[in-house]
Each structure stands twice: as C-alpha cells, then as structure tokens.
C-alpha cells in the first residue's frame, strides 16, 4: 500500500513536470523541467525496483541530455513560439490514442502480481542460473553480458554509429575537404 | 467492464493508467507543438514513460532489487539467495541499454536540428513549411517555361 | 585568460577528479553492485563534458584530444567484438566467456564480463564526449544575455 502511495505521488509530481513543459515557451525553463523529470524518474525506477536503470537515468537523462539540449539551444534559438493552429486535433488524437491503450491494459495482470506470464517462464530461470553459470551477484549485469551478449553488442553498435551521425552532420569535415580542394 | 470499477482491479492498474497518462502528454507534446526542440523533449517523455511502463511489468510486489547477496568468499550464497523474493531483471537489461540508445539517437534528432536553423533560419515547423512553400512558388515561377513546353 | 566564475572554477577542479574516480568504480564494480559500461561511460564523459564547460573547449581538447575522441569510440567496439572472436578462436561459441578458463568457468565469465563491461565504457565516453565536441565546436548563435 505504502508502495503504491509512493507511485503515485511521484506521478503526480512527474505529470505536473510533464504538463509544465507543455505551457512553457522559454526552452531554458523547458530543458531544466526535462531534467527534473528524469531525475523523478529515476527515483520512480528505485520503487519498481531497477536500481540499474535508475543509475542509467539519473546519469545520461539529468546529466548528458541537459548538456546536449542547452547546447542546441545555443546554436538555435531560445524562445519557442506559441503554434498558430488551435490545439483541438491534437487533443482528440492524443484522447483515442490514450483510450485505446487504457483499453489495451484491461487485460494485462495486475502490477505486480507474482504469477503474471513475465515472472513464470524467462525471468526466474535466469535468476536461479546466474549465480551457478556466471556467479556475480548483480543479475542485471550477467544477463547483459552474458546472456543476452550479442544483444548488448548491437546496442554498442548503434551507439556508434549515432556518433558518427553527429560527427558527420555537425563537425568540420565539410570544410576539410573544401580546403582540399582548394589545394588541388 | 463492470470489474473496472472495482477496488482491487483498481489498485492493480491504477499504474498501467498513469503510465499511459504520461505517454499521453508526451504524444500532445509532438503532434501539437511546433518548435523542434520541444518535440524532442515530447519524445523523450514518452519514451520514459514506454520504459517505466516496461519496468513496471518485471515488479514483483514485495521483491527487491536482484542483487544477490554474497559470503565470505566473494561467491553469491545461494542459501540466502533463496529465501529472498526479487523482481524480473530481464526488464531492466533491456531497458537499461535502451536508454543509452536513447541519449545517442536524441543527440542525433538534436544535430539535424541545428542543420535545419543554419538552412532555414528557423526551428518552427510552421515556419519551414511556409519557407519550403514559397521555394516551391519560385521555382514554379522560374521553370514556368520548361512545364509549358513539356505539356 | 578569464578569471570569472571563481568558485566554478576551483569546485570544477576538486570535483573532475572525484567523478573519474567514481566512474571507474562503477566501471569494475558492475559486476557486485549497480553500474555498468553504460553507466561508467557517461559518468566519465560528464567529467570531461563538465571541465569543457567551465573552463574552455579548447583546455578540454588539449587534456582529451578529439582524434584520441574518436579512436576511442571505434575501439570499444572492438574490443567487445574482439572478445567474440578470441573465444570463437579458442574452439568455443561467439562470446561464450567459458572459453577464458575452461577449468572454472565462473572464473571466464568474470574475467569476459569485465572485459565487455570495459569496450563498453570506452565506446559510450568517446561517442558522449565526441558528440559535445562536435555541438559545442560550432559558433554560437544567441549571446549571454539572451538566455
């Protein structure tokens, strides 16, 4: 019960946060907000139990994606206006997509019940092997590693390559090859 | 239907619903704001919120975090591990590397939109749409012969 | 030279440190306590990000260069791919750990999870501290007082 309570004061806080960024139009205000959500969820992820992910949140949301925003920013612009169109679309979109996913969790299992389908089949059986094949007590990294080891791999991959992206999109290699042009 | 309105069915969803509430805030965000950045900031929320969603199915109610506890010779002690309850960690291996794929594709969305300000001199969607449309005009305009001669 | 933002500066120096120091821990510690090569990766970018913002982009590329940047992202990646193909070479599966002590195989898997956890935290701090690099490289185009 006391979990509960919990929760849902933290979605409290993490909706007002949410509906903050909506009315703001000065993108400051807009980027700190966002990093006050993701420090609130990473608290919201401390209660569900995932002390991993709320270590990754509180690093790259509050940390790296602030700094990546407000850099943005600086090469942008720091107001944003308000939409010239009335936001009744918006709305009914956002009302039937929202409906049709309440629908949608009417027949999931009750939070966390312990006979759901996602804790009888995989889950428990990664629990009891972990400490005999890989015998580390974090589970969480065994399974990365390990387990699901290419998975983790491609993951890397992908963070390389979004790198490169940025590099190409935004660094001077461009210019580069202007000046060797030039040189031609 | 009738079982929605029921204490306990309640109890145990009232958090599938919050996290759609969440989602939900974020989708307004993306269809109804303009400014690019703010869309990004609208994706970024629902993209959490997929995650907490995504968590939240790995709770078990009264487990703990599964770290397993350790005896003296730096081994996991299986005796103690048993009688503890813990949650999915499947969930959040998933999750955890999904939100550093998360941060790498954002800063990407980020970089193209500092391209389309050194393009358009703007980051409105509105305004890049009327910019692209009277491009088109002119070279409607410029081009009006070659289109004559073609019909 | 500017001497502004003294108290920033001199907390920025105290604090550099101390976060490299817990990003390692986080790094060869994942395996008993939360953390990880994610986590390590972006702890140790935020050290180098907060140093690039306090004192100057360029003080930050003379302590971490951008070639050495970008080296490093490539490296990570092979170092995880790498061990794939040194345990497909031992006569196991790709990146099957056991292959490192055949005798004790929780020995191998320790000893491959600390090695992939490590191309990990290089790959994520060279992409986060390539990506700064590359948005605070540009010039800016809205001044101080804007904000």
Known sequence: MIDTFTNTVLFVMLVL?????????RLFAVVMLSSVFSLLSALL?????????????????AGISTVLMLGTIALTKPEAKRPRHTAFVPLIVVCVTGAALVYGTLDMPAFG???????????????????????????????????????????????????????????????????????? | MGKFFELQFLTGHIHYLLFIVLMMTGLFIVVDKTNLVKKIIGLNIFQVSVFMFYVSI??????????????????????????ILYSNPLPHVL????????????????????????????????????????????????????????? | MIFHHLILRVVTKLLVGTIILFALYVQFHGDFSPGGGFQAGVIMAVAFILYGIVFSLEAA??????????????LGVLIYAGTGIVTMILGYDFLDYDAFSPLHPTHGQHWGLLIIEFGVGVTVTGVMVAIYYAFAGRPPCISDEEW
């Not at chain 1, 992820?45 to 949301?61: P, S």
């Not at chain 1, 006979?115 to 399974?143: C, E, F, K, M």
């Not at chain 2, 088109?136 to 289109?147: A, E, G, P, S, V």
């Open chain 1, 17 to 25: 946060t949410a509906l903050a960024i909506v009315r703001m139009e």
């Open chain 1, 45 to 61: 992820f401390v209660t569900l139990d995932a002390v991993d992910v709320a270590f990754t949140e509180a690093a790259v949301g």
């Open chain 1, 113 to 184: 019940s312990p006979d759901a389908p996602a804790q009888t089949h995989v889950g428990p059986d990664y629990l009891s092997r972990t400490p005999i094949d890989i015998d580390v007590p974090n589970a969480v990294t065994a399974i990365l590693g390990s387990y699901r080891g290419f998975d983790t791999l491609g993951e890397t991959a992908v963070v390389f390559t979004a790198g490169i992206g940025v590099l190409l999109l935004l660094s001077g290699l461009r210019r580069r090859r202007e000046d060797e042009d030039e040189e031609i």
């Open chain 2, 58 to 83: 790995g709770k078990v109610t009264d487990g703990t975090a599964p770290i397993f506890p350790m005896d003296s010779n730096y081994h996991v002690d299986q005796a103690a591990m048993q009688t």
């Open chain 2, 95 to 151: 999750i955890l590397t999904a939100i550093v794929v998360g941060i790498a594709t954002t800063s990407l969305g980020l970089a193209l939109i500092v391209r389309i300000r050194e393009s358009f001199n703007t980051i409105d969607e509105e305004d890049i749409l009327q910019i692209e449309q009277k491009m088109t005009r002119d070279d409607n305009q410029k081009y009006k012969y070659l289109l004559r001669d073609m019909l």
């Open chain 3, 61 to 74: 590329k003379k302590v971490f260069p951008e070639w050495l940047v970008h080296k490093l992202s490539a």
